[in-house]
């Protein structure tokens, strides 16, 4: 009766432990960038720079309720912001936003970042294609392709200066952007902007993203702890001109005076809820969920 009763006991604790083991306490989490990582698009926000304030409308405070073992946000995105804003200025125009890398803590884990969007002027581009045309052979367009040629040093000293202020054994984690419309007969949804304009900025979309990832790999050598999400995928059927969009159309802003481009064509709460989706599978991964939980450098996810 004894031996059992020892049995029973030693059974019980291998049952417990990996339970026990797999609560941890959660990780620092700081969330920067632009536009697509503050929610702009979905009312209300917090101040200047449009941080979206409910639960379901950013993704840097959807991401923690999917991962498990992450602290509310430190969330410091803002709408406008170009690569400079995150680490050499206080971003223009946004009263009380000082340069993002500011808010950095040096026990921050996990950094999530979009950016890259506004230095290639995609509002730009598409504030011309409701306007022009074909927007598709302006000057606009000659210019971004130029700036397509100069990103990825900008990119790659963004990355640099965020890890420098954060956990040395954190990871940073880049997101790109997702296609705006769908390709095809219904691609020309929008009457301003013409199925070959669509499809053409799509096409500015995928480079802009290869140019992110390619940055990416670059610090990540330099580094090791730089990682690229592609959310394409993620909204793949769910573009602009589709039965269920998860980004709005044309959507009247009131925030800064009368504008039809700055909450417009940004992730709904459902592309939002697409960011975080995207995001959450890699932070999941066992080997990336044991590196960023334990208390030693954490080795490669790659």
Not at 174 to 179: D, E, K, R
Not at 227 to 252: M, N, Q, R, S
Not at 271 to 280: D, L
């Amino acid at each position: 009766m004894k031996k059992l009763t020892v049995c029973g006991i030693l059974i019980a604790a291998l049952c417990v432990a990996p339970a026990a083991m797999a609560r941890v306490a959660p990780i620092p989490y700081a969330a920067l960038g632009d536009s697509y990582s503050a929610g702009e698009g979905n009312d209300p926000f917090d101040g200047s720079c449009h941080r979206a304030e409910r639960a379901d409308s950013a993704y840097p405070r959807i991401l923690p309720g999917l991962v498990g073992y992450l602290d509310a946000p430190s969330f410091h995105a803002c709408t406008g912001a170009v690569t400079a804003d995150v680490w050499k200025r206080p971003q223009p125009g946004r009263p009380g936003q000082a340069a993002q890398t500011d808010y950095l803590r040096p026990g921050d884990r996990l950094v999530t970042l979009t950016i890259g969007g506004n230095d290639l002027r995609f509002s730009s581009i598409l504030a011309e294609c409701l306007l022009r045309i074909d927007c598709t052979r302006s000057e606009l367009a000659r210019e971004v392709n130029a700036d397509l040629a100069t990103i990825v040093p900008k990119l790659v000293a963004v990355y640099a200066h965020v890890r420098a202020d954060m956990s040395a054994s954190g990871y940073l984690v880049v997101a790109g952007y997702p296609h705006l419309f769908a390709l095809g007969p219904d691609a020309g949804c929008n009457p301003l902007i013409s199925p070959h304009e669509s499809a053409w900025i799509d096409r500015l979309v995928d480079r802009g993203n290869a140019r992110i990832a390619a940055a990416a790999q670059a610090a990540a050598r330099a580094d090791g702890n730089v990682f690229y999400i592609d959310v394409t995928g993620e909204f793949a059927g769910h573009e602009l001109c589709t039965d269920d969009p998860w980004l709005h159309g044309l959507k009247l802003s009131i925030h800064e005076g009368l504008n039809l481009v700055q909450g417009s064509y940004h992730p709904t709460p459902d592309g939002q809820r697409a960011y975080a989706t995207a995001i959450a599978a890699f932070l999941r991964r066992p080997g990336v969920r044991s590196a960023l939980t334990a208390s030693a450098t954490p080795r490669s996810a790659y």
